[in-house]
């Protein structure tokens, strides 16, 4: 059951940071005419899952089938794409002779390539780091897409066999402006918008210290959380099903910056706290090391305290 306990005034606030992302995608679907010159679009796999991809696949608004009608063209992507072999490997490349924006998903491993290679072209086998600081170099804009590409994420979770590091990091010494999506997995709205922003405006949407841009990222899960009032009034749930404010479990709000309660994930239809989970922080930069347990009972000072404020209320 979604729960949804906010003033109207919180509720305002919220409706308008999603109208505001809303609007610029809007804006792109209109601006967008059938035979004009689409943008070049590379989407790299890396170390990692490829739930990134996955989760563009569940974009609505626009979805992937107006996305490559009208506004990209997506030239390499080794999941979606139909070419494979010397064949993809060629457009990939061909492709980097053009202007193009590169959006890698996955941590870059940094060990022996046969943790990660993205395949082999003319007889040589291209590990995920050369291919990486090739495309890095050459591409308009580079988009991290989520947490491993970001930060190192679960890909770089100790102990880290693969001595795999971020997308930012293995492009520090070539560029500094590379777009963070971080998000496990990122929500296609995120990818959507920042990839409108670049097209319709030629540069990056604004960005906060952490390359993430504000649209999406200004402000974190605890200030928007539906569960806000409780945690106000010090009511915490001591165990998961209690639809209350969940610090107590080990809820990760108050660290991690998303707008996931006022977007929602799946189609707009529910977030994480709004099923009964506490927020994991799978968009922090400590993720997962530093954000697990992802549950815990009574064990922190805070949950302690949470335990106090519960018994005495009960008395
Ligand atoms: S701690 Fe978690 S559940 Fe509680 S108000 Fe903050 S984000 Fe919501």
Redesign the pocket.
């Known amino acids: 059951m979604k729960v949804t306990i906010a003033s109207p005034r919180e509720e305002k606030r919220r409706e308008k940071g999603k109208e505001a992302a809303n609007n610029l995608l809007e804006q792109w679907k209109s601006k967008a005419r059938e035979g004009e010159k689409k943008k070049k679009l590379i989407w790299l796999e890396l170390t990692g899952c490829a739930g990134n991809i996955i989760s563009l696949l569940n974009g609505i608004d626009p979805g992937l089938e107006e996305l490559l009608q009208k506004q990209i063209d997506l030239c390499y992507n080794n999941s979606l794409m139909t070419a494979e072999g010397d064949q993809a490997m060629k457009q990939l490349f061909t492709t980097a002779d053009d202007e193009f924006i590169l959006a890698v998903e996955g941590a870059v491993t940094t060990k022996d390539e046969q943790y990660n290679s993205i395949g082999r072209y003319q007889g040589r086998l291209i590990s995920a780091m050369e291919a990486i600081q090739y495309l890095g170099q050459r591409a308009k804009s580079v988009i991290a897409v989520g947490t491993c590409a970001t930060y190192g994420g679960i890909s770089a979770a100790h102990p880290n066999p693969s001595g795999s590091i971020s997308v930012i990091k293995a492009l520090q010494n070539i560029r500094s402006d590379v777009i963070s999506l971080p998000g496990c997995p990122s929500h296609p709205d995120w990818f959507l918008g920042t990839l409108a922003y670049l097209i319709l405006y030629g540069t990056s949407p604004t960005l906060d210290s952490e390359n993430r841009p504000i649209l999406f990222y200004g402000l974190?899960?605890?200030d928007n959380?539906?569960?806000?009032s409780?945690?106000e009034k010090r009511i915490?749930a001591r165990q998961l099903g209690e639809q209350t404010?969940?610090?107590a479990l080990g809820?990760?709000?108050?660290i991690t910056r998303t707008d996931c309660?006022t977007r929602e994930w799946n189609s707009y239809l529910n977030w994480p706290?709004g099923a009964n989970t506490?927020?994991i922080g799978c968009a922090h930069r400590t993720f997962p090391d530093g954000t697990s347990p992802f549950v815990q009972y009574e064990r922190s000072a805070t949950s302690t305290e949470a335990s106090k404020e519960n018994n005495k209320r009960r008395k």
């Open positions: 974190t899960i605890h959380c539906t569960r806000r409780f945690f915490f404010c969940m610090i809820c990760r709000g108050p309660p706290i506490p927020c």
